[in-house]
């Protein structure tokens, strides 16, 4: 948003540079040592404060500006419609129908243990040749 050239003015100073980001950060940390390019660059941490920051300014720049067309007061005795969001339960299982499929998984579960452990033995007790 603040990168682009909105009013068409031409840079040709400090006062209105057409590198955005290096000039934020330049003046957001009192430093050039983000932009020095002699120095190592910078930890993944220490760039995303200095971004959280400048963005943050940014945004209460943006409102700060921008406050009367955004909020409008509305006509006395307005009703707004909204909706509410609450969680509920979707899936209604009585207990004794989750015991029921419980057993019959657990069945399942017990009867194909069973068929692979007497293919195991078979396999096992048979004679090699």
């Not at 040709?12 to 430093?31: G, M, R, V």
């Not at 609450?86 to 004794?96: A, D, E, G, H, L």
């Amino acid at each position: 948003m603040y990168q682009t050239n909105i009013i068409g003015a031409f840079w040709h100073s400090d006062a209105f540079p057409s590198d955005f980001n290096n000039y934020l950060i330049e003046h957001t940390i009192n430093s050039s040592k983000f932009i020095d390019y002699m120095q190592p660059p910078p930890t993944v941490e220490e760039a995303g404060r200095v971004f959280s920051a400048i963005c943050a300014k940014l945004f209460a720049i943006t409102i700060g500006t921008n406050m009367e067309p955004l909020f409008v007061s509305s006509a006395p005795n307005t009703k707004i419609q909204g909706t509410i969001i609450k969680p509920t339960i979707r899936v209604f299982v009585s207990n004794p129908m989750c015991i029921i499929a419980e057993t019959i998984l657990a069945l399942y579960c017990i009867m194909t243990n069973c068929c692979l452990f007497e293919t195991a033995l078979e396999d096992f007790a048979a004679p090699s040749n």
